[in-house]
């Protein structure tokens, strides 16, 4: 089966630093990515992980440790805009083609 | 370069009508895959899509709902004799192959039954 859980909702204020942690358990493994989805759009790629380790880019960074069935996904310098659900979602194997399966995401709100 | 297009955007139907979701793939992409996603939870995978072919259906429900994707024009998802617990919004992504993890999500269609 497949179980992916994540909190349901984050507060931070602006210009600080927010890490939203999401744990796994899939048959099979072949990625980890992180969307952004603002209320009432369409998610937005933040990252992937496929090999374990932190991966950059710009004020966000993603981390994954595939022994640990976990991940993190971490946000510098928050603004306002920032304001969102986070998706984690992972990519089970044995299926040769991107099926994402979706944790419940992180809704986060950045105050002033 | 336009992205991933759904149309309509709303939708609202009674218990029993049908509704059709459409999905045009980002140019160049010839692989759909479309997600709904219920109030407050995450998005669930429906089905995976290419051109002409259905490649996996293991996420829809086996009666009422049927997707294509026609040689020409957009993928279509279906679902007959809708009732209020279909009310959802449903999400189409496309990736230009079949292993590349980059996949990019249309706006939704939002479909309320009443």
């Known amino acids: 089966g497949q179980n992916i859980d994540q909190p349901t909702e984050m507060t931070a204020t602006e210009g600080a630093i927010v890490q939203i942690n999401c744990t796994y358990q899939?048959?099979?493994?072949?990625?980890l990515f992180w969307y952004q989805q603002h209320a009432g759009e369409a998610p937005t790629f933040l990252s992937y992980n496929v090999l374990d380790g932190l991966e950059e880019k710009g004020r966000f960074s993603s981390f994954l440790s595939r022994s640990k069935g976990y991940s993190y996904l971490l946000l510098k310098e928050l603004q306002m805009k920032d304001s969102a659900s986070y998706l984690c979602?992972?990519?089970?194997?044995?299926?040769?083609?991107?099926?994402?399966?979706f944790g419940t995401g992180t809704r986060l709100l950045v105050s002033p | 370069n336009a992205g991933v297009m759904q149309n309509p955007r709303h939708l609202v139907r009674r218990r029993g009508q049908e509704a059709r979701l459409r999905c045009s793939p980002m140019?160049?992409?010839?692989?759909v895959y479309w997600y709904r996603q219920l109030p407050e939870e995450g998005l669930k995978f429906m089905v995976y899509?290419?051109?002409?072919?259905?490649?996996?259906e293991s996420g829809m429900p086996k009666e009422r709902f049927s997707a294509e994707f026609p040689k020409e024009g957009p993928s279509i998802l279906r679902i007959q004799q809708v009732v209020r617990g279909d009310s959802a919004a449903y999400f189409c992504?496309?990736?230009?192959?079949?292993?590349?993890?980059?996949?990019?999500f249309g706006p939704g269609t939002r479909l309320t039954v009443t």
């Open positions: 979602a992972v990519t089970p194997g044995g299926t040769g083609f991107q099926k994402l399966v």
């Open positions: 899939t048959s099979g493994f072949n990625g």
């Open positions: 992504a496309s990736s230009p192959e079949r292993a590349s993890y980059e996949q990019y």
């Open positions: 140019k160049g992409h010839s692989h």
């Open positions: 899509l290419q051109k002409e072919n259905i490649i996996d």
